[in-house]
């Protein structure tokens, strides 16, 4: 009966996997705020992928760790920059069996650890930084990602990206926009997995939504729509489902959202001290946050969901 009349079915189709690729190592390195997950190795990186394919998870989304940094994030768009070696190879591995989806931004490779290039008085230019996704997603898309995702939050980002594909060939790679993207303490973890500090003890809320307001979030996922994005997604989840219903409500193309880095470890946290059940946890976070609206969820939790999922 409860089957009969569930509302909301959380399926295989809904989750997307984060995967982390650190250049110039041959054993995956165990990232410890975020048990279970790895910045992998190139080798360790296809045999993951190829085993969330197989349980039946439809994308991944690929994030680079390079080993050399500097000020503009060159390896970001260098055509053997870490993150553009793992697309490839992750293409040549699975063809088109599963949505490989390029994280796009300079955070993990600028030495300041800010998302866009810096002004003389270290502010973050923004219309400096455009220019530069626009090579990274060029980068990204020449080395074999269907799907670029802007994650720096930078105004125009969407359009810039947009013209940029076109102009080199591209134009069947959909753009994922980061679109409400909040500045969060839930990234915490992730921090770690990417290696990235922001210099002086800084932070993103000059770019990144505040937690105060939705309606400023709903402005931006309009604009990404108008300036092409194919789809939209709200970050973090949890504590912005209202944000998820309202841009679903609100927007035709499909809205997915992020659970975040944070929000993972907490659970695994939790559940490691015997506090509660990890995979009900994840099961009821992941129903709630499709019940809000997104279509799709990006979450350490997907390999695990689906092997319950397959299970069930
Ligand atoms: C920025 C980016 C971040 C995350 C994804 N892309 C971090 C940030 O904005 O500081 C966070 C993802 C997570 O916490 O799982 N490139």
Redo the contacts with the bound molecule.
Sequence with gaps: MRRLVAETSFTVDDLVA?LFVLEGTDEPVPISSMPGHFQHSIPSLLTEAKKLVSLGIPALVV?GVPRRKDPVGSEAWSPDGVAQVALSELRASLGDEAVVIA?L?L??YTDHGH?GVLDDHGRVDNDATLELYGRVATAQASAGAHVVAP??MMDGQVEAIRASLDASGHRDVAILA?AA?YASS??G???EA?D?TIVGGGD?RGY?QDPSNSREALAEVDLDVAEGADMVMV?PALAYLDVIAKAANRVDVPVLA?Q???E?SMVQAAAQRGWIDADAAATEQLTAIKRAGARAVLT?FAGRMAEILGDG
Excluded: A, M, N, T
């Design positions: 984060p994030f994280d931004c955070d993990e998302c994650s720096g980061y993207k839930f990234y973890p992730f921090r990417v990235v993103r990144q970050k992020y975040v880095s944070g993972y350490y």
